[in-house]
């Protein structure tokens, strides 16, 4: 008896180290659920925020994508203006150097008219004085008017 008492006792004591060492790993697992809880809302609120960042780059990407726009709209509005205004200003070059060209062109017309009207002039004159040298004999008239 004294064994199965000692036995029963060795029992009662492993059962008592058992529900010891079983309410010990029933608190580490509380406690590992617990940890695992806070790791997984750790995880979820770093994904949130991973996504909030992406949301608020996309955004600033588009608004930057509207401001470039906005730009070169502005610029190819300006680019649009000035090329206009310097073609304006070419043709109105152009308008002027056709008046001067114009203007150059009648004055040489005029100048040249007039050395025509004295070329048909001395070409008249030259006929003139060649018909009456052939009609008129100048050295008989020169002989009676000296002689």
């Known amino acids: 008896m004294a064994s199965t008492e000692q ?3 060795e029992i009662k004591v492993d059962v008592g180290i058992l529900k010891n060492q079983v309410a010990m790993l029933t608190q580490l697992c509380n406690k590992m659920d617990a940890v695992i809880d806070r790791l997984m809302e750790n995880q979820t609120k770093m994904s949130d925020d991973i996504y909030d960042d992406m949301e608020k780059k996309k955004q600033d990407t588009v608004a930057d994508i509207k401001e470039l726009h906005s730009r070169i ?3 190819d509005r300006n680019l649009s203006d000035k ?3 310097t073609e304006r200003r070419i ?3 152009i308008k002027s150097l056709r008046t001067d060209i114009a203007e ?3 004055k040489e017309d005029n100048e040249l008219k007039k050395i025509l009207e004295w070329k048909w002039a001395a070409a008249g004159g030259i ?3 060649a018909w009456l040298l052939s009609h008129v004999n100048i050295l008989a008239s020169l002989g009676k008017v000296f002689g």
């Open 7 to 9: 036995d029963c006792i």
């Open 127 to 129: 006929l003139v004085l």
């Open 104 to 106: 150059h062109n009648q």
């Open 91 to 93: 043709m109105d070059e």
């Open 83 to 85: 090329i206009e205004l």
């Open 73 to 75: 709209t502005t610029v």
